[in-house]
């Protein structure tokens, strides 16, 4: 028989509490055990010459006591969005740092960029400022400041050496995305976004997890056109209504290439599927629209400076900005506020 991945545990339990992980027992639960992770584990009369008992008895029970004060520190965040691909090299982490610059465009609007892709950090390095460290402040820690109305937090922020590798265990990971909620001190910012690692792991359930309470708008998803990336873009769907966060829209990045000097447009990466249009209407989400590919970008990414600043006036900067219109509406806000049209 081929080898099954039938989940071990129930999905629902799994997306409900990911960060409370099952007492290891030393003997299979007997027939009227009210649960391992029940308040009563280990101390109701069921458990009496239970060989668990001790194990039980000591395990964490009942919800996290950091969630009020993740809700109370973030309590002066308006937007919280998250940054979701289901594939690899799609650009998410390029477009988060192009979004967060998108926004941050209108002097009065306050934006905070978290790096949550603890294994692969390169938020930092895109925006400049890869060699800043955290400063701790009776606050708590203060995230690196771009600029007046942007700033951003990392766990490369962290690292003695830029190119250490980070090999964490999930609970390692829940701790830090933890940290980074509860400890950094954000202010009062318009818009939170949260760059996810690509599929769907212990950062996203952490994240999810932590931010249930406080409330998240939602999640944009980054594709790029081919189907290989949109077959895992459904699957990113999926878990996101499972885990019951909300779609904000679906955006296709890399979408054609448009020559810096003629802008003549060809296409690279050929939607042989309909591409993320296509897929947003086959799901039923807003299309929040197409970002062409442009080198100039990734040479801006690397030497951490703005491409809005740099290149107002390209079609990447234009679509971006509809972007940012889009999601705007989607969230209730008045786009001509977020971004008024060129
Ligand atoms: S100690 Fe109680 S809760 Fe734990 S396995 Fe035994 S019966 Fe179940």
Same mark, same amino acid.
């Given at each position: 028989?081929?080898?099954?991945?039938?989940?071990?545990?129930?999905?629902? !339990?799994?997306? $409900?509490?990911?960060?409370?992980? #099952?007492?290891?027992?030393?003997?299979?639960?007997?027939?009227?055990?009210?649960?391992?992770?029940?308040?009563? %584990?280990?101390?109701? !009369?069921?458990?009496?010459?239970?060989?668990?008992?001790?194990?039980?008895? $000591?395990?964490?029970?009942?919800? @996290?006591?950091?969630?009020?004060?993740?809700?109370?520190?973030?309590?002066?965040? #308006?937007? #919280?969005?998250?940054?979701? &691909?289901?594939?690899?090299?799609?650009?998410?982490?390029?477009?988060? $740092?192009?979004?967060?610059?998108?926004?941050?465009?209108?002097?009065?609007?306050?934006?905070?960029?978290?790096?949550?892709?603890?294994?692969?950090?390169?938020?930092?390095?895109?925006?400049?400022?890869?060699?800043?460290?955290?400063?701790?402040?009776?606050?708590?820690?203060?995230?690196?400041?771009?600029?007046?109305?942007?700033?951003?937090? &990392?766990?490369?922020?962290?690292?003695?050496?830029?190119? @250490? %590798?980070?090999?964490?265990?999930?609970?390692?990971?829940?701790?830090?995305?933890?940290?980074?909620?509860?400890?950094?001190?954000?202010?009062?910012?318009?818009?939170?976004?949260?760059?996810?690692?690509?599929?769907?792991?212990?950062?996203?359930?952490?994240?999810? $997890?932590?931010?249930?309470?406080?409330?998240?708008?939602?999640?944009?998803?980054?594709?790029?056109?081919?189907?290989?990336?949109?077959? !895992?873009?459904?699957?990113?769907?999926?878990?996101?209504? #499972?885990?019951?966060? +909300?779609?904000?829209?679906?955006?296709?990045?890399?979408?054609?290439?448009?020559?810096?000097?003629?802008?003549?447009?060809?296409?690279?990466?050929?939607?042989?599927?309909?591409?993320?249009?296509?897929?947003?209407?086959?799901?039923?989400?807003?299309?929040?629209?197409?970002?062409?590919?442009?080198?100039?970008?990734?040479?801006?990414?690397?030497?951490?400076?703005?491409?809005?600043?740099?290149?107002?006036?390209?079609?990447?900067?234009?679509?971006?900005?509809?972007?940012? +219109?889009?999601?705007?509406?989607?969230?209730?806000?008045?786009?001509?506020?977020?971004?008024?049209?060129?």
């Amino acid at each position: 028989m081929a080898p099954s991945l039938e989940e071990p545990e129930p999905v629902g !339990d799994v997306l $409900s509490n990911p960060l409370k992980s #099952k007492p290891q027992l030393v003997a299979p639960e007997p027939e009227h055990c009210p649960g391992p992770e029940s308040q009563q %584990a280990g101390t109701a !009369d069921s458990c009496a010459g239970c060989p668990n008992k001790a194990i039980c008895a $000591s395990a964490p029970k009942g919800p @996290d006591p950091d969630i009020p004060l993740i809700s109370a520190r973030l309590s002066g965040i #308006k937007h #919280k969005i998250l940054v979701l &691909s289901g594939k690899g090299g799609v650009g998410k982490s390029t477009f988060t $740092s192009l979004m967060g610059y998108a926004f941050a465009m209108r002097e009065e609007i306050n934006v905070g960029i978290m790096d949550t892709d603890l294994c692969g950090p390169s938020i930092p390095k895109m925006m400049g400022v890869e060699a800043e460290t955290i400063h701790v402040s009776g606050t708590g820690w203060s995230p690196v400041y771009m600029s007046d109305n942007l700033s951003v937090m &990392s766990i490369q922020f962290m690292l003695p050496n830029r190119d @250490d %590798a980070i090999i964490w265990r999930g609970p390692k990971k829940n701790g830090l995305i933890k940290k980074f909620l509860k400890d950094v001190d954000w202010g009062d910012l318009d818009f939170l976004l949260v760059d996810t690692p690509p599929g769907t792991s212990d950062e996203h359930l952490s994240v999810n $997890s932590f931010l249930k309470e406080s409330g998240i708008d939602g999640a944009i998803m980054v594709t790029t056109p081919q189907e290989v990336a949109l077959l !895992d873009v459904r699957r990113e769907i999926d878990f996101c209504r #499972k885990a019951g966060i +909300r779609v904000l829209g679906l955006v296709e990045n890399m979408s054609g290439f448009v020559c810096p000097n003629c802008t003549h447009e060809s296409q690279i990466f050929r939607a042989t599927t309909g591409g993320g249009r296509a897929l947003a209407k086959e799901m039923g989400l807003p299309f929040l629209g197409e970002v062409p590919l442009d080198p100039r970008i990734g040479m801006a990414c690397d030497y951490g400076e703005s491409f809005f600043d740099e290149y107002p006036d390209s079609p990447a900067c234009k679509a971006l900005k509809g972007v940012v +219109r889009r999601l705007a509406e989607e969230m209730g806000v008045d786009p001509q506020l977020v971004s008024p049209d060129d």
